[in-house]
């Protein structure tokens, strides 16, 4: 079994005597052991009669089994030893997997094997879980990539299972003939999850021999297969579904053109991978490119290649193409640009250099391979073990054994006019279809004759209309074929260091460093964070902040597109006191890309088109926020109330739309005038070369940084407000309600009994209000800190019950947790508290993760890098009558508890109810009718 020299896991395959394929994986350095197990069944193996009866078995394995019959144990067990669970049904395959504190790997196995062997699958969980399959379904009905599979399934072979409806609802899986459906999942059950269809991973600090007597003694059980599983026959498309054009409408106002292939299933090529390299090419975005082109005549605005969905006897090719409006005029020269840039391909041979440059990037990401958690690496090889062979598990999706021109040409001949499906993405269609189960308007028409025939001309690039606009893309500078590892620079006295030291201390300017001594990858991360007052004095300038961010990203990704195929990664985002640049990946070029991205900060110039261009596509898709879930809408709402300089979608639509060209330039050049900045220069570098990548932020911004100009992010302090209660109107979309409640400073304990509390209450709350209640699929408690002040939430999406009903539950759950808990004993509480504690004692897995924790310490003005250990002290010191006590005080106080109430309401935003009036009432609290005049005169905390 091929490895990563910088993997260091012992890894063993085994086949037990069922049949069952499993690979145990010895990882000294976990302090967590993880198990997945996959089984090569799903959604194509539901009866036509019974459509969502695969991911109902999925959902119904957690509910107890006959050696574990309560159905909420499992959960509770996993999440009180510092574990988490979760799992998924996809078209040939489900996945269930868990990780927790390797000394409870035993038990928590012990359950979780017993889902696969002696399940209940009882009565009373099948027709109370089937509420939460409904849930689960309505929850993405508005979800436009659920809704366009919606579409795909009515726009195929009927006979070919891809057709079929996946997830299930209330009347899929009703009973019928007075008989519960548990009967037929019980059927299904026993006919496929069989130890021949499955593949089992276990990972952890245990010796593999353990391993192995844990996978024999747990899994040996599960019952072997009497006949290998039928294979897929029908063809997944029928001529009459090819040469077609399917309109559709979308919920969020986008646009897109999806040009489609149907292929073979390239499973068998995963050695040489010829669709990897149509991909690289087809969707390079470097001068000459298709995505370039389309951009130079503002048609489109992203573009991607060789996504689609794929099976064991399918693959669907796709050439993914994000529209401007414009673009929406041009679909047919868009397509014929597409077939200029295929025809291109088949003119000539597939260069070899091509390959090898597809080949080398590959051995690099293999042979610097991150490492990953242990859940995280079995949940992904168990799949991969479902596809290679033994000696392939691990290096199979990297593997690239030579460019083979006759399986390249063999997939090229495949993006052909007449093997061509057109899918438009776009409201301004016309329709006259609507899907069964999403509701989907749609389109389908034939494409003329004479238009397949005019896409076969422009093959020939000697007949293309735009040939000479295109071209391959040049050898790439930037892959660095065998990069170097730096040895660990000499130091005080021969002791590590074990945290960034500051290089560069200046008024307005730090500069940390650290070079990497614990990955020995080569690979860097650098951070600069600028803090400019210009980027947040006004709403408008909140906005055109966001807008500077597009507009740049768009500017450089076509000069620099080299570097991010090498594995150099770049990114521009805002926060909320100017913007942050990161860069990341292979660090032995990053000294030649930072400069330039540094200067473009500066100098970028745009012209009034692509000003218009962005302005508009960033206010659509401000505006597209309203079609998120609701509960990510409130959760946004109270980001925005409770944070000034995070101003919501609908302040920035309406502050941008009264920005101007000229506003905008003249902020532009004004933007990086006075700044503050704080940088983190992490991996393999030396110190020599630490110095020159800060001399370039020096270089940039030279007469511009002062500590003057530092940046002040407030909180609102809604302090001794009581109740607060803040309805937002969302009448096309599910109930929801949001119970924040902040818990004072940011002293450690207070954060400490904010993450304990909730870590607590979580599992409890789950299983009232999802499991027993049956409130809807999304429910939760969270530990929210805010700007680093400690709170914590409490939610509820339901596609049934109102908010009132809802928030009512969830006060009703918070005033009662008290006595939920005195019955808690003390080893549960030194469970739960150890569990937490070895979430927080994690290592860090990647260069990238500890890159992160330096910089959020960095943001958070943690100098010291010393609060999670001191978090994880404070942890670890808190007692059951603490937490008790504060629960009683912070959270069940029903006379002095500050909390604030976000609700779903149906009716007008100037509208408030009798019903959300008299449950304010109730709890003596006060309805916030004007937000923009509250948040004007609350009190800021920093």
Not at 151 to 168: D, L, M, R, W
Not at 644 to 658: D, I, Q, R
Request: glycine share 4%; net charge negative; charged share 20%.
């Amino acid at each position: 079994m091929k490895q990563s020299p910088n993997d260091l896991k012992h890894y063993q395959a085994t086949t037990l005597s069922n049949g069952l394929r499993v690979l145990l994986i010895q990882n000294k350095e976990s302090a967590k052991s993880a198990a997945a197990l996959a089984v090569n069944v799903g959604h194509f193996n539901d009866p036509k009669d019974r459509q969502g009866l695969a991911h109902f078995l999925e959902h119904m394995l957690f509910l107890g089994t006959e050696k574990f019959p309560d159905g909420s144990e499992y959960n509770q067990f996993i999440s009180q030893h510092g574990g988490s669970n979760n799992a998924w049904t996809g078209t040939e395959h489900t996945c269930f997997f868990f990780d927790i504190q390797s000394e409870h790997f035993v038990a928590g196995l012990a359950r979780f094997s017993q889902f696969f062997i002696s399940p209940l699958l009882s009565e009373d969980f099948a027709r109370s879980e089937r509420n939460n399959i409904d849930a689960e379904f309505k929850l993405k009905l508005k979800d436009d990539i659920r809704r366009l599979y919606d579409v795909h399934k009515e726009t195929i072979n009927q006979a070919h299972p891809f057709s079929q409806f996946s997830v299930g609802n209330i009347d899929t899986l009703a009973d019928r003939n007075n008989q519960c459906i548990n009967t037929e999942v019980q059927d299904f059950f026993h006919q496929f999850y069989r130890a021949d269809y499955m593949t089992l991973a276990l990972e952890g600090p245990q010796s593999l021999n353990e391993l192995a007597t844990l996978a024999q003694q747990m899994f040996s059980e599960i019952k072997a297969a009497d006949k290998p599983l039928e294979p897929i026959k029908q063809p997944l498309y029928l001529p009459e579904h090819q040469q077609i054009k399917i309109d559709v409408c979308p919920v969020k106002n986008d646009h897109q053109l999806i040009i489609s292939f149907a292929m073979e299933s390239i499973d068998k090529y995963y050695q040489d991978k010829p669709e990897s390299m149509l991909a690289y090419l087809l969707g390079h975005e470097g001068k000459g490119s298709i995505l370039s082109l389309l951009k130079q005549q503002q048609w489109a605005l992203a573009l991607t290649a060789g996504s689609g969905i794929n099976g064991s006897n399918f693959k669907d090719f796709n050439i993914s193409i994000s529209l401007t409006e414009l673009g929406e005029a041009h679909l047919n020269d868009i397509i014929e640009v597409v077939f200029s840039y295929i025809g291109l391909l088949k003119s000539s041979p597939i260069a070899e250099h091509y390959y090898q440059e597809k080949q080398q990037i590959s051995e690099l990401s293999f042979n610097y391979h991150e490492k990953t958690r242990a859940i995280d690496n079995v949940s992904h090889l168990v799949i991969n073990m479902q596809h290679y062979p033994v000696e392939d598990y691990i290096y199979g999706d990297y593997k690239m054994t030579g460019l083979c021109e006759k399986n390249i040409n063999t997939l090229l001949n495949y993006l052909a006019p007449e093997n061509v499906r057109i899918i438009h993405v776009s409201q301004a269609n016309t329709f006259s279809k609507t899907s069964h189960w999403y509701q989907v308007p749609y389109q389908v028409q034939s494409i003329a004759s004479d238009l397949i025939s005019h896409w076969h001309t422009q093959l020939k690039p000697i007949k293309s209309s735009w040939a000479e606009h295109l071209a391959l893309p040049k050898a790439n500078p930037y892959i660095v074929a065998k990069p170097h590892v730096y040895p660990d620079a000499p130091t005080a006295q021969n002791k590590p260091v074990l945290v960034p030291k500051i290089i560069i201390k200046e008024s307005g300017l730090t500069v940390w460093y650290k070079q990497d001594n614990t990955f020995k990858v080569p690979k860097g991360y650098i951070y600069v964070g600028i803090d400019s007052p210009q980027a947040i004095a006004s709403a408008a300038n909140i906005a055109m902040t966001r807008l500077f961010v597009e507009l740049y990203s768009a500017a450089v990704v076509e000069e620099n597109y080299d570097a991010e195929l090498a594995g150099i990664h770049y990114h521009l985002y805002a926060h909320q006191g100017g913007v942050t640049l990161q860069l990341s990946g292979i660090s032995e070029k990053q000294h030649l890309l930072l400069p330039k991205l540094l200067n473009k900060l500066k100098t970028l110039k745009v012209s009034v088109e692509q000003f218009e261009l962005f302005k508009r596509q960033l206010s659509k898709h401000w505006q597209n926020s309203d079609k998120s879930k609701s509960i990510s809408l409130l959760f946004a709402n109270l980001s925005s109330f409770m944070q000034p300089n995070n101003p919501s979608s609908e302040k920035l639509v309406s502050a941008l739309a009264n920005c101007s060209y000229q506003d905008y330039c003249t902020f532009s050049q004004n933007l990086f005038n006075q700044v503050t900045i704080e940088a983190l220069i992490h991996g393999n570098w030396l110190n020599q070369d630490a110095i020159e990548l800060a001399h370039s932020l020096k270089q940039t911004f030279a007469e511009n940084y002062h500590s003057d100009y530092q940046v002040q992010c407030p909180v609102l302090d809604i302090e001794n407000q009581g109740t607060l209660l803040l309805p937002m109107s969302l009448p096309e979309h599910d109930h929801a309600s949001v119970i924040y409640i902040p818990v004072g400073s940011r002293e450690l304990l207070n954060t400490a009994l904010a993450m304990v509390t909730s870590h607590l209450l979580s599992p409890i709350f789950f299983q009232e209000m999802r499991t027993e209640k049956q409130y809807g699929y999304l429910v939760g408690v969270g530990y929210v800190p805010i700007n680093r002040y400690p709170g914590i939430a409490f939610y509820i999406q339901s596609p049934h019950t109102e908010a009132v009903c809802l928030s009512t539950a969830i006060v009703n759950f918070i005033n009662q947790c008290v006595k939920k808990l005195n019955s808690m004993s003390t080893r549960e509480w030194e469970n739960l508290t150890t569990g937490l504690a070895s979430q927080l004692k994690e290592k860090d897995q990647s260069l990238r993760i500890k890159s992160q924790r330096f910089w959020a310490s960095i943001c958070n003005q943690d100098d010291a890098f010393e609060q999670k250990s001191s978090l994880l002290k404070t942890i670890q010191s808190l007692t059951l009558a603490q937490a008790i006590d504060f629960i009683g005080d912070k959270l069940a106080n029903k006379t002095s508890q500050d909390k604030l109430m976000l609700l779903s309401v149906k009716q007008a935003p100037d509208t408030i109810s009798e019903h959300i009036s008299a449950f304010s009432s109730s709890l003596n609290g006060k309805i916030i009718s004007n937000s923009n005049d509250f948040v004007k005169k609350s009190k800021r905390k920093f």
